[in-house]
């Protein structure tokens, strides 16, 4: 296929993933899980503009809003994580509809600085909500009601510094990651019933050595707190899941493995890999990060992204170690890669081979994943500073906006609207005048 006609077939792809629903935001990082909208959004607000509703929000947690039906779903915890809740908001007026403490926990395991005990987002259907907080439980809810359909609480692993991975849902299955210290799996969840269906251990050999060789004995090579996405690949479903020092492809339905590309190098995987043009765009995290564009496997493969052989240049197709986000997410727009790192630098990269059309410091420290939306990609600062620039070739800074809090919590759309959780506060953004 022609890189002409993949694009056209991505641009489809987009508008038929963001065509208007009940289901807005449905999960992490939007109804395609990338991230990306067609939708019409505000340029410019602030605390005094543009704001339609601003409601506070108790405890601490970095899940990203999920809309749908009227409501907006977050979850919530406690400093000390013994408390662990669920927020429903109501979409048009931003009242509390429910507030539900799911989990009592006796005692939590760690967190750390940057991360929190309530840092997985929701995911939605129609008429149930399902949320997780990692190995203190997983909860199915009745979305009118919230009555609580289903629990469990017997999926463990020590996450050591807090879970990070949001749920998806595939058909009738809820997929999940455990990528601990201890034990690292997928399991995928039966959604009405919450029985399992299926569970598959990382099948990576896991050498505990620090990239100067020296012994690391907390297991912190071992997690991930990546979110899975389950693409179509040469008319199949694939699930593509990063762990630890791996990015897997399994079989959704029953969770065989097809073929892992390894990266040992790197470790506590953190964003959503994302496919299009042919080709999975994923960042590998920690150490000596790297964001690579991988060309999908054959199935039994196992390819070793560091050893230049000719099986290896097949399948990474192109790699990049500047500015690599270890946190914030990637967005591909048409032919585009568009990055935030840590440390305020934006990245604009050529999808198919890696070339940088520009990098610029746009400041801040950044968590939250960027948003694309109508030609113009939006980055948000844990400072509160959102910066608005042109999705091209052509780096231009086209608004700043600032809200009070600052931003961990990626961003969620619903129709011209943007909902903005900050480290206290949900806001609806929307220009009126739109």
Known sequence: MSTKSLLLAAWLGCLAGTAPAALDWPEFRGPAGNGCVTNPLPLTWSEQQNIRWKTPIHGRGWSSPVIGEGRVWLTTANEAGTELSALCLDQGTGRVVHDLKLFTVEKPQGAHKFNTYASPSPALEAGRVYVTFGSPGTACLESRTGRVLWQRRDLECNHLRGAGSSPILYRH??????????????????????????????????????????????????????????????????????????????????????????????????????????????????????????????PGEVIDANTPDAGRQLKVVWQSKRNVPRKPGLLWVNDLIFTMDDGGIASCLNALTGEAYWRERVGGNHSASPLAANGRVYFFSEEGTATVVGADRTFKVLAENRLADGFMASPAVAGRALFLRTRSHVYRVEDPGQ
């Open 173 to 298: 299955l809820l997929i999940l990651h455990f990528d601990g210290t201890d034990q690292q799996y997928v399991v995928a969840l039966d959604k009405l019933t919450g029985q399992t269906v299926w569970k598959t251990p990382r099948s990576i050999d896991y050498k505990d050595l620090r990239s100067d060789g020296r012994p690391e004995s907390d297991g912190d090579f071992r997690k991930s707190f990546a979110t899975p996405t389950v693409a179509q690949i040469d008319g199949q479903p694939v699930l593509i899941s990063q762990g630890a020092k791996a990015v897997y492809a399994y079989q959704p339905d029953n969770g065989k493995e097809l073929w892992r590309v390894e990266e040992r190098s790197s470790h506590s995987a953190s964003s959503r890999p994302v496919y299009g043009l042919g080709l999975i765009f994923c960042q590998t995290g920690w150490s000596t990060g790297e964001l690579l564009a991988l060309s999908p496997g054959q």
